[in-house]
């Protein structure tokens, strides 16, 4: 009988958490060849897994307690000392509550911490509006020198940290709850900042994507293409930088795009892909899938996804309808 009890989740489901799990081991790994990586959080150590760093080196973790500006301004001193800082908390604290610390104390003096913002999303959709975090992208991305990451699954996490940490500067690793589904089957793999990964080629339609709806996004592919809709699948993990040529090769050679984030859809990861098009001075159909703009109600993660339309069956639905729609190719590229 399953532990995950949907409205009764608690810390003590944690072992089933696998994407916190891998990133968390990975951490430890990480921190056995490089003494210069320290651990902090906020009373969150078990439930973000950031605590297995604690029982493997306690000389080089601190629990802060419930203060998460005061975490990120820790986090700065240390940074500047040398050390390399990675603070977990969740993500809607690391981008909200301590928003004004994470502009001022890290990215202003340009300090080398690395943020891990777990629950992502509505990946705590039990907590309500106040634990949701579909804001934070918009928030990361407009910080000068921050460098914002999504990975799409733990394996991915495990190789973003270790590229995070390799990276001089701040960085945000946005995570989801890590009950998803694996995309990848393994951590082996290249994974390079800015680098986006197309995980299924196709000529029709292309479907760019980071974080939990990558999974949604190859699932939907697979539906389309039993209908005869050729669906490319682009993991677009890295936020900023943005891979801008991954964007231009799908803009010419598919003229159809589709964007799905679980983010709110102002100021995500639509947005920085329809900058790249409004820049290019080209046209393309374009579709972006995200939460609207207003509060998402509390709920389980998978129908709270759903309802905002991110989710498999939702990507299918604007798939098909951007399909549909003619592309006149000329030289000049007007309007599609």
């Not at 009764?8 to 799990?21: A, K, P, R, S």
């Not at 969150?44 to 950031?50: D, G, N, P, Q």
């Not at 940074?79 to 993500?91: I, M, Q």
């Not at 604290?93 to 001022?104: D, G, N």
Request: charged share 25%; hydrophobic share 45%.
């Amino acid at each position: 009988m399953s532990k995950v009890r949907g409205f009764t989740w608690t810390v003590e489901d944690g072992n089933l958490i696998t994407q916190d799990d891998v990133w968390g081991d990975a951490l430890v790994e990480i921190g056995r060849r490089d003494p210069r990586v320290v651990a902090l959080t906020c009373d969150l150590a078990r439930s973000t897994k950031i605590g297995r760093f604690g029982d493997a080196f306690p000389e080089r973790f601190w629990n802060l307690g419930i203060c998460e500006q005061n975490l990120m301004a820790v986090a700065s001193g240390l940074a500047a000392t040398g050390l390399v800082p990675v603070v977990s908390t969740y993500a809607a604290f690391a981008s909200l509550r301590a928003a004004e610390f994470v502009r001022t104390d890290v990215c202003y003096n340009r300090r080398n911490v690395k943020i891990v913002g777990t629950l992502a999303g509505v990946a705590f959709g039990q907590g309500g509006p106040t634990h949701h975090a579909v804001e934070d992208l918009a928030l990361m991305r407009a910080l000068p020198g921050m460098t914002v990451i999504a990975p799409c699954d733990g394996y991915e996490a495990a190789r973003a940290l270790a590229a995070a940490i390799a990276l001089d500067g701040p960085v945000y690793l946005r995570l989801g709850r890590g009950m998803e589904p694996p995309v990848f089957a393994t951590r082996e793999g290249e994974f390079t900042v800015g680098k986006a990964i197309e995980l299924r080629p196709g000529n029709d339609v292309t479907v760019i994507a980071c974080g939990v709806t990558v999974l949604h996004a190859l699932r939907a592919a697979e539906r389309a293409r039993r209908d005869g809709v050729s669906v490319r699948v682009v993991d677009m993990h890295t936020l900023k930088p943005l891979d801008e040529a991954c964007v231009m090769r799908a803009l010419v050679e598919t003229r159809r795009i589709v964007t799905v984030e679980d983010h709110a859809i102002v100021n995500g990861l639509g947005s920085a892909v329809a900058d790249v098009i409004a820049s290019s001075g080209k046209a393309c159909a374009l579709r972006k899938l995200g939460h609207a703009d207003r509060f998402a109600p509390m709920g389980l993660p998978d129908d709270l996804l759903h309802l905002a339309g991110v989710d498999e069956d939702g990507i299918l639905d604007a798939i098909a309808a951007i399909a549909k729609v003619t592309i006149t190719v000329d030289d000049d590229w007007e309007d599609a």
